[in-house]
């Protein structure tokens, strides 16, 4: 079983739709990262949470560490949001390489 | 924003040779680098963690003979994928960690003939 667990594995929206993706994962964290991977590869870092909530633009990470679940949400959502989108957690001390879920596939159609 | 570089993009070689690819961060120092591997429709994986001056740490599966990971200084970290066979293509990224964030490169595709 994969130690980190995304929802869904696809999700296709309309243009405008409030896009939720969940995380969870079943060790203790320093912290949990947003990635998103476009179709070329490149992977940037959305967010590095460790409680809480963070926003930026219309986009929202919350975390909660006693249930070890995580949401990314996408407000508005837009058809350049359309990505894979990682959630990846540090399960050292910081200093560690992240374990990865598998990605949400998420396509925003016009 | 705090940038890291990989070289080169995508690269094609012959089963049995050597590839060498180089991950750069352009604005800040990292003491340490990652590197991932990401085969088709898989996630990501850790290979290994390179530390600036000393030897890499390679997680479990990973040939450390055959992944040569050197970090010789604050900025470069290469890693150099050994008699490759076609089982190594995969797309190669690496990350430079800068306090607790990581910094991910553009990624590498190979593809071994």
């Known amino acids: 079983k994969n130690e980190v667990e995304q929802s869904p594995q696809n999700l296709t929206a309309q243009e405008g739709e409030f896009i939720t993706i969940n995380c969870s994962y079943s060790v203790g964290i320093s912290a949990l990262h947003w990635l998103q991977q476009h179709p070329g590869g490149g992977i940037v870092s959305l967010f590095m949470?460790?409680?809480g909530k963070k926003k930026h633009g219309r986009l929202i990470a919350t975390i909660n560490i006693q249930e070890k679940h995580s949401s990314l949400h996408i407000t508005a959502s837009h058809p350049r949001d359309s990505a894979v989108y990682i959630c990846?957690?540090?399960?050292?001390?910081?200093?560690?390489?992240?374990?990865f879920g598998k990605g949400t596939h998420l396509i925003i159609q016009p | 924003g705090a940038v890291v570089s990989q070289h080169p993009s995508w690269v094609i070689c012959k089963s049995g040779t050597s590839v060498k690819i180089e991950c750069r961060s352009l604005?800040?120092?990292?003491?340490?680098m990652f590197w991932y591997r990401q085969f088709p429709k898989q996630s990501l994986m850790l290979m290994a963690t390179?530390?600036?001056?000393?030897?890499?740490?390679?997680e479990q599966g990973v040939e450390k003979d055959k992944f040569l990971i050197n970090h010789a200084s604050l900025t470069l970290s290469t890693l150099t994928v050994t008699s490759a066979h076609p089982e190594d293509s995969s797309f190669y990224i690496c990350?430079?960690?800068?306090?607790?964030?990581?910094?991910f490169g553009p990624g590498t595709r190979l593809t071994v003939t």
């Open positions: 390179s530390n600036e001056g000393s030897k890499a740490t390679y």
């Open positions: 604005d800040f120092q990292a003491t340490t």
């Open positions: 990350s430079a960690r800068l306090i607790y964030e990581q910094y």
């Open positions: 990846a957690v540090n399960s050292g001390g910081g200093a560690d390489g992240l374990t």
């Open positions: 949470l460790s409680s």
